[in-house]
């Protein structure tokens, strides 16, 4: 966890943490490949026991990263879903904002990714391949336009579902 200097008093950041202790990403599980290995998708390479974006190339075998996985099998992690009578004049700079905070998670951890930006009756949903972007998300949405933020999680299950409105 490097969240420690961006905290800003979310009441859910307690709750992330036990998440994150408790819940494995059971791609995460089925994906330990030797070591180095690259994604043939996205180019993540698989060093020290973990996903970087990059590391030794030489002699690499190739490995699907477990967010190319999900998102070859279209199973989110993560749900963000956006609504109420605020959001049609501010959905562009709302996903402007979405935008650069997923930029920013991904470049430190790269198996949190948007995987799809969808629109339906109003509400749009965000899917994620992690359940930490997902929590990201909503959190630098709620600190930039307040509204009301919620977030909901299967104890069992590496899924996390955050609605947010306004
Ligand atoms: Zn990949």
Not at 40 to 55: E, I, K, L, Q
Not at 93 to 100: G, P, R, T
Not at 151 to 161: G, L, N
């Amino acid at each position: 966890m490097k969240d420690s200097g961006e905290n800003h008093g979310h009441p859910y950041r307690r709750l992330d943490r036990r998440i994150e202790e408790v819940v494995h990403d059971p791609y995460a599980e089925r994906s330990k490949p030797r070591e180095p290995a690259a994604c043939p998708d996205c180019g993540a390479v698989f060093t020290h026991g973990r996903w970087a974006w990059s590391g030794p190339a030489d002699g690499a075998g190739e490995h699907l990263c477990p967010a190319c996985h999900r998102i070859r099998d279209r199973m989110p992690a993560g749900w963000v879903t956006l609504a109420g009578s605020f959001l049609p004049a501010h959905r562009e700079e709302i996903l402007h904002l979405v935008h650069n905070e997923a930029d920013r998670v991904r470049a430190e951890h790269p198996l949190e990714r948007i995987m799809d930006v969808a629109d339906s009756d109003g509400t749009t949903t965000i899917t994620t391949t992690g359940i930490h972007l997902a929590r990201r998300l909503g959190d630098a949405i709620h600190h930039a336009y307040q509204g009301a933020l919620d977030t909901q999680y299967a104890p069992d299950e590496y899924r996390i579902r955050v609605h947010w409105s306004r």
